[in-house]
Every structure is written in C-alpha cells, then in structure tokens.
Nanobody, 135 residues
Framework: QVQLVQSGGGEVAAGQSLNLSCAVS????????IGWFRQSPGKERAGVAA????????????SLQGRFTVSQDRNALALQNTVYLKVKNLEPEDTAVYYC????????????????????????WGQGTQVTVSA
C-alpha cells in the first residue's frame, strides 16, 4: 500500500524560497507519477507539478513554470522515493495547503501534460502541509 508523508512548509516572507518533501513508500509498478497539488480556501485543488517516477521527467503547470522545481530521489529496489518541490520567489498568492499524491496512469498510453496535473487522476494523498506567504 502506497504511503506518502510530507514535510516542510510553514510561514515565509514574500520573495523567499521554500522546499517541500514527500516520502513515498510501498509503491508498485502501477504508481508511475507523483504529483504536487495545492488548495487555497474556497478554491479547487490545482496541479502544480509532477514527476514521472521511472524516468524523472518533470511536468509543470503552465502558469507556474519558472518558480517551481520538482525532483526525486528514488530507490527502486526498496520501492521508496522522495519527491521534492522547491518554490522560489514566493508570492502571497502561493499561500495554500500543498499536497503530494501518487497516481496510476495507464502504462500503455502516454498521458497528456494536462491530465498528469489533474487531481482526480491521483488516488493516494499525503497529509498536506500549510504554506503561508506574508507580504
């Protein structure tokens, strides 16, 4: 059973950087993407970035490219992975609860970048971590 445990987050001033971590364990060959999402009060959960577990290829929301970097440190033999999300030049609009999640996409079909960042394609979620950016 896939488990995701998040760390990082907190309150930072605008313009600073922040690192979030997501420790993934128990995943199988069916878990092929780890995504990062965020949700602000009153808004839907939105995709920020994702990484292909097997080749490390990153995917980003078009509106957020440049300030977000997703990477992974994968131990394939141990079925463990740590996925990182680095955010630079934070803005008050980045204030949200950030979640990582494990997704199982059809391995015989290449998903589109848009579908990779859709929350309804992910079935196991981390506990969430609050990021608050003060002006």
């Amino acid at each position: 059973q896939v488990q995701l445990v998040q760390s990082g987050g907190g309150e930072v001033a605008a313009g600073q950087s922040l690192n979030l971590s997501c420790a993934v364990s128990g995943y199988t060959y069916r878990t092929n993407y780890i995504g990062w999402f965020r949700q602000s009060p009153g808004k839907e959960r939105a995709g920020v970035a994702a990484v292909d577990v097997f080749d490390g290829k990153p995917f980003y929301s078009d509106s957020l490219q440049g300030r977000f970097t997703v990477s992974q440190d994968r131990n394939a033999l141990a079925l463990q992975n740590t996925v990182y999300l680095k955010v630079k030049n934070l803005e008050p609009e980045d204030t949200a609860v950030y979640y990582c999640a494990a997704g199982e996409f059809n391995p015989f079909e290449a998903p589109t970048p848009v579908s990779i960042l859709r929350a309804d394609h992910y079935n196991t979620w981390g506990q969430g971590t609050q990021v608050t950016v003060s002006a």
